[in-house]
């Protein structure tokens, strides 16, 4: 049975919520501090064999020589899940779930403002206007798909909401299984299954999954191209699981319906964020409310993790190795795994030295001629990235002529970009 002697807590309960917390570790003493003491921490990781922290762990929790099991009292991990713990052979657990029934909630309330059009009827009220144009036209969320895109707990509480509200439910999750409860259709990752038939098929998509590596802009241009045009999506999740830079083409263009975004990239957002004015998009600060209970339902999770680490078990919301999120790691890697295509320095090159007048311009042919010919594949990974073709917003069996291309390349490509694929690319159609 594992030992704990001393342990270090900063989070920030009333005095009856603490002295609960410490029933849970007695007869271990316990040491709680403000969260911007520094020179106690420091001196407390001394001897602390268990950390409970308000907030994330930082480095130097990594030296702490006696420190074995550190808990953070809130959801995702994503900020400190680096390689050095489990190099340090650290037990890193949080309080996932503990206000996933809020969650599910907030999603639900993004859902019914989106699709009851809200914000135009409290302008409508505002200006002591009865009612909207097209008001007649609206649909509800009864009879309508979702596509979860996760199903831990904030998930699976949204699924059995969703499905009470008579609506389809589609669910993605990375392990195989059965259906959750209220979920009609299960993807599975382990399965094979992509996310391509959800996202098609999905009237809201609502992402709920943890930020790490393999989720990292898990939508892109790809994915929102595959979204119904009337759709929209939700982000329960970090705002990183979305490509942003995607995301506000795609609402600025009428890609897709519209979106609730509760997170992001940088928070708070830009104040010069364009987001802020995307059309069809409501925004909220990375807060929900709380569950009347939250400070309970976290000790709840940390009582049965401390049975769980004394008997040597597998502990709830343990940090993985597969959890790992190195997002500097994922820049350095962007012209090789994002949807931003990378560019040639073409500045010393003159328009005039790229154009040829050749009738080969309107020859037709199809991206899965392209794909099929190595040397025209060759060029297309040479200017747009050695995954253009999983990329590719367009059906393969798309016709069109090449110097159609500089109308279905996206605005911010140069136009001797264009030229040099056309001149390169006619060579092969000759």
């Not at 006696?66 to 890193?92: T, Y």
């Not at 990752?189 to 391509?196: K, P, R, S, V």
Request: aromatic share 8%.
């Amino acid at each position: 049975m594992r030992d704990i002697r001393n342990v270090l807590t900063t989070v920030y309960y009333k005095e009856e919520d603490l002295r609960k917390l410490a029933e849970v570790f007695a007869p271990a003493k316990v040491i709680h501090l403000r969260r911007d003491d520094d020179e106690g921490i420091q001196e407390a990781l001394k001897t602390a064999d268990v950390a409970v922290l308000g907030g994330d762990l930082d480095k130097r929790f990594l030296q702490a020589p006696l420190l074995r099991w550190i808990h953070c009292d809130h959801a995702g991990l994503n900020k400190c899940a680096w390689p050095e713990i489990f190099e340090r052979e650290l037990i890193v657990t949080s309080s996932a779930g503990r206000s996933a029934p809020a969650l599910a909630e907030h999603a639900i309330f993004f859902m019914l403002n989106l699709v009851y059009q809200y914000p135009r009827f409290l302008d409508a009220q505002r200006a002591h206007q009865f009612g909207v144009p097209g008001q007649s036209e609206l649909r509800g969320l009864y009879g309508r798909t979702a596509g979860i895109v996760g199903l831990g707990h904030t998930g699976c509480e949204l699924a059995v909401r969703l499905k009470a509200m008579g609506m389809n439910v589609l669910g993605y999750r990375r392990s195989a299984g059965s259906p959750p409860t209220g979920v009609d259709r299960l993807y599975c990752a382990e399965n094979g299954d992509t996310l391509d038939e959800l996202l098609a098929d999905s009237d809201f998509i609502v992402l709920a999954v943890p930020l790490n590596n393999a989720t990292h802009h898990l939508i892109g241009r790809r994915e929102l191209s595959l979204m119904k045009r009337s759709a929209y999506i939700i982000n329960m999740a970090r705002g990183a699981v979305i490509d942003e830079e995607a995301l506000t083409e795609a609402l600025y263009a009428g890609q897709i319906g519209g979106a609730g975004l509760d997170t992001f990239t940088k928070e708070p957002l830009p104040v010069g964020s364009p987001l802020w004015d995307a059309p069809n998009t409501l925004i909220t600060p990375h807060t929900t409310p709380q569950v009347p209970d939250r400070n309970l339902r976290s000790i709840d999770i940390i009582k049965e993790n401390m049975r769980r680490y004394r008997a040597g078990e597998p502990m709830l919301n343990q940090l993985r190795a597969s959890d790992i999120y190195t997002p500097d790691q994922e820049e350095d890697k962007v012209g090789e795994a994002s949807n931003v295509i990378q560019i040639p320095d073409l500045d010393g090159v003159e328009i005039e030295e790229l154009q040829i007048t050749d009738d080969v311009y309107s020859t037709r042919c199809t991206f899965k001629e392209l794909f099929d010919n190595k040397e025209a594949e060759a060029v297309l990974k040479k200017y747009f990235g050695e995954s253009f073709r999983e990329k590719s917003r367009y059906s393969t069996s798309q016709v069109f002529t090449i110097d159609n291309l500089v109308d279905m390349a996206p605005e911010y490509f140069p136009e001797k970009l264009v030229f040099v694929l056309n001149k390169e690319l006619t060579k092969i159609k000759k």
